[in-house]
């Protein structure tokens, strides 16, 4: 297919192979056993990274800390949150804002997969571990 491009109200469509390079799969994003994660650094200027979870019952990150806020968004199950000295249970449909340096984790307490999106607001993941690293949880390089 031809690369097109068009004019809408003064913005330029991208074309076809500037479109391809925004598009990623899943599989092609750095992985976990728990998680896909997006690092907004590694596509240009994105400000942001993502992390969707889908993690089993009982599975989680350690206690730990960044130095900018992050959100969860729960698209399905139940997590026990902790963030500072607080607990909080929350489900589906639920949006949970940890606070920039706030000690925070989570543990999927429910009966069947946890999926959420975990959206830190950095390019790049700053994460310092307050218990001990969690290689199961710590991010890994691109491939």
């Given at each position: 297919m031809a690369a097109r491009s068009a004019s809408l109200g003064g913005f330029?469509?991208?074309?076809?192979?500037?479109?391809?390079?925004?598009?990623?799969?899943?599989?092609?994003?750095?992985?976990?056993?728990n998680a896909h994660e997006f690092v907004g650094a590694d596509y240009g200027e994105v400000p942001f990274s993502i992390i969707l979870v889908h993690s089993a019952p009982g599975a989680g990150p350690r206690l730990h800390r960044h130095p900018y806020a992050e959100v969860f968004v729960v698209?399905?199950?139940?997590?026990?949150?902790?963030?500072?000295?607080?607990?909080?249970?929350?489900?589906?449909?639920?949006?949970?804002?940890g606070p920039s340096n706030v000690p925070h984790g989570f543990t999927?307490?429910?009966?069947?997969?946890?999926?959420?999106?975990a959206i830190p607001g950095a390019a790049n993941f700053n994460t310092e571990w307050l218990s001990g690293s969690d290689p199961v949880w710590t991010s890994k390089p691109k491939r």
């Open positions: 330029e469509a991208w074309s076809e192979n500037r479109a391809m390079r925004s598009l990623i799969d899943f599989d092609d994003l750095p992985q976990t056993e698209e399905s199950g139940q997590a026990t949150f902790q963030l500072g000295d607080d607990e909080i249970v929350v489900g589906s449909g639920q949006i949970v804002v999927n307490t429910g009966r069947g997969e946890l999926r959420l999106t």
